[in-house]
T-cell receptor
Framework: AQKVTQAQTEISVVEKEDVTLDCVYE???????LFWYKQPPSGELVFLIR??????QNEISGRYSWNFQKSTSSFNFTITASQVVDSAVYFC??????????????FGKGTKLSVIP | EAQVTQNPRYLITVTGKKLTVTCSQN?????MSWYRQDPGLGLRQIYY???????DKGDVPEGYKVSRKEKRNFPLILESPSPNQTSLYFC?????????????FGSGTRLTVV
């Protein structure tokens, strides 16, 4: 079973529309960390947010917002008033214990967002 | 500037010719890791290192070797590359393995094996 599921493989929106990228994770740990990364066409990974399992507060940063719900094991990402520069692949990732003091960062398969002018 | 530096950025090589992708960080991070990214598969962990001389396999270690002789460097070695190792590779580092302080990624190395 996938640890991190990003069910939307590709999404296209028209500029200025809002869009939500879904992320569902699976873990038995009580302490874990969730991340979102953006990968623009240039290929580098751009860090967007880190959230620990004890902090369920939603977060807003400009046009970006994140909704963390432990009850549904989801960590969804919303872009408000999308812009062409938001076109990228977005990855959700989970850091959890593998046992014996070891942790692993596991990525979802990514959602490719295309914002059409 | 705090960063993870990978070299080379692009590499085309032939099957069977040994190669090394270097990764260096200047943040004194204990944890370092290698990932490969393939279309439709996301990023998958190849190897990781919790500290100097401590390395362990990730999810897709076959065909790769690593070493961690000093804290700042974590090279990825392909002793006999094959075309199925054509991929985009990322190195990452972190103060702690847990991710509590996040991860810093390199800019990536695009490897093509023909």
């Amino acid at each position: 079973a996938q640890k991190v599921t990003q069910a939307q493989t590709e999404i296209s929106v028209v500029e200025k529309e809002d869009v939500t990228l879904d992320c569902v994770y699976e873990t038995r740990d009580t302490t874990y960390y969730l991340f979102w990364y953006k990968q623009p066409p240039s290929g580098e990974l751009v860090f967007l947010i880190r959230r620990n399992s004890f902090d369920e507060q939603n977060e807003i940063s400009g046009r970006y917002s994140w909704n963390f719900q432990k009850s549904t094991s989801s960590f969804n990402f919303t872009i408000t008033a999308s812009q062409v520069v938001d076109s990228a692949v977005y990855f959700c990732a989970l850091s959890e214990s593998k046992g014996a003091g070891s942790y692993q960062l596991t990525f979802g398969k990514g959602t490719k967002l295309s914002v059409i002018p | 500037e705090a960063q993870v530096t990978q070299n080379p950025r692009y590499l085309i090589t032939v099957t069977g010719k040994k190669l090394t992708v270097t990764c260096s960080q200047n943040m004194n991070h204990e944890y370092m890791s290698w990932y490969r990214q393939d279309p439709g598969l996301g990023l998958r962990q190849i190897y990781y290192s919790m500290n100097v001389e401590v390395t362990d396999k990730g999810d897709v270690p076959e065909g790769y070797k690593v070493s961690r002789k000093e804290k700042r460097n974590f090279p990825l070695i392909l002793e006999s590359p094959s075309p199925n190792q054509t991929s985009l590779y990322f190195c990452a580092s972190s103060p702690l393995m847990t991710g509590a302080y996040g991860y810093t990624f390199g800019s990536g190395t695009r490897l093509t094996v023909v």
